[in-house]
């Protein structure tokens, strides 16, 4: 066994990212699923004292950040490597993720997200159309650079799917559960096409956000 276990709450893409890490690289580990209820509750604090998912455990080394997990994962585990082999490569991947987490999961996807899925599907919580509203043009401006950025490659590196399209797989394919996703995906058929080969992994398969989520439930 690995000895590792991951914590989060099933549908948040940071932590479907963990797991996809470790199911490319077929890493047994324990998720222990919590509930919006666990959430900043003193367990949760001690693991993460900012009160977000996901975390990881192995044996008695802790770790939360979702990058710092699945770097940590993808240097222990080395088979298929996640991290590209040149400079330009790793640049690249490191310049897609930069751009998620400083302007598409903060100002396009979390706003748009969570007022459109998260709130009004899990928490029964109303949609606040002004927050929506507002996230949409950084949404296009974040969708439209991830167009160009793929370009014609099979991935955001070249041939090998790496940490950087993991991640935003994930965080897509959530985002496509809503009318404003699907219109920003439809603004980019590279990406598009690119995402439903990321779905189509048996990684992905493996990690489906509950049906709650989705928006057929
Ligand atoms: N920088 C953190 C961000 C994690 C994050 O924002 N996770 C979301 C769920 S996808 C969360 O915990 N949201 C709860 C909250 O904002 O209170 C990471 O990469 O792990």
Not at 29 to 35: I, K, N, P, V
Not at 99 to 110: H, M, N, R
Not at 111 to 130: S, V
């Amino acid at each position: 066994m690995s000895g590792i276990t991951v914590h989060g709450i099933p549908g948040s893409p940071f932590l479907r990212s963990v797991e996809i890490t470790l199911k490319e690289k077929d890493v047994p580990y324990h998720l222990r699923a919590m509930s919006p209820a666990d959430m900043k509750t003193p367990e949760h604090l001690e693991l993460h004292p900012f009160g977000r998912i996901p975390m990881f455990e192995q044996d008695d080394f802790r770790l939360y950040e979702t990058q710092a997990i699945m770097r940590y994962v993808d240097e222990c585990f080395p088979h298929p490597p996640l991290t590209p082999g040149t400079p330009r490569q790793r640049a690249r991947m490191n310049q897609v993720i930069g751009i998620i987490e400083w302007y598409f999961f903060p100002k396009a996807s979390a706003p748009i997200g969570f007022n459109r899925i998260i709130g009004p599907r899990l928490l029964g919580l109303p949609a606040d159309e002004a927050v929506i509203a507002e996230a949409m043009p950084m949404a296009r401006t974040c969708v439209a650079e991830f167009e160009r950025l793929l370009g014609d490659q099979a991935y955001f590196t070249g041939n090998g799917v790496s940490l950087a399209d993991i991640i935003l797989a994930a965080q897509l394919d959530l985002l496509g559960d809503c009318a404003e996703g699907r219109e920003l995906i439809d603004t980019a058929p590279k990406l598009g096409a690119w995402l439903d080969r990321m779905l189509a992994r048996p990684s992905f398969a493996a990690t489906q956000p509950p049906e709650v989520l989705r928006e057929a439930a």
